[in-house]
């Protein structure tokens, strides 16, 4: 039975289920093997324009609650559940942990949101650039590190008694970054890997191997989408801060240009839409 309705206000999420198979059925959409998964923007057209066809649109769209802005919605097409899902919830983040998001953009911003939902003891974000940091101040990292000028190992180091992290996220996508979250783990914790690697990095085994640690990777699957529009509705999630520039459709590529000087703009996320 069909229940998407013309008119109605849906968010299409990046990844497509096409419901039926066995992914589908282990809600594990991202590895859909009949026909979705990340197809949106990656092998079909993407979604940046006036109409946008959605492939099994009954069970890959989103209804958005009254009451929720578009723009507020829009930060669980893809950042909020992909840092929520493949970052603390495999990375098992736990109250009274120590949680080392390494990256602070969008991703890792959205890891510091997602991390805080569970009353970690500590929440250190790492990253080369003052200004990122600053935007994980703001959004609850109760400990910055600028990795260029102070050594984030032993700072982590020094908030565990000299364990490590429970929790190491991954938030760039880079072999140092993960490395680095490799090291700072302690034994029995969790490496989340959620970067986007296109290069290969190193896996120090030799090192690794006595320490207990669990390493997941991830392609977000969107499952958690409805949970955390239940977060957006009573507040306990804040995604309008995402949003820092809003451009109209004929100011596509003054929003790109925006969106990728953003250590000069200090852009997080960029808004196109059309204007009414
Ligand atoms: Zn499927």
Redesign the pocket.
Known sequence: MKQLRPGDRVLVSCIS?????R??RETR?GQ???G?GWILGHNIDGTQAEKVRVPFAETSTHPIPSGIADEDFLMLADILPTAYEVGVLNGRVSPGDVVAIVGAGPIGLSAIVGALLFSPSHVVAIDLADARLDAAEQFGADVTVNNGREDALSIVQGLTGGLGADVAIEAVGAPATFELATELVRPGGHIANIGVHGTPATLHLETLWTRDVTITTGLVDTYSTPTLSRLLGTHQVDAARFVTHHFDFEEFVKAYEVFSNASETGALKVVLAPTA
């Open positions: 289920a096409c419901g039926k198979c992914y589908c959409f859909c093997i009949g979705g």
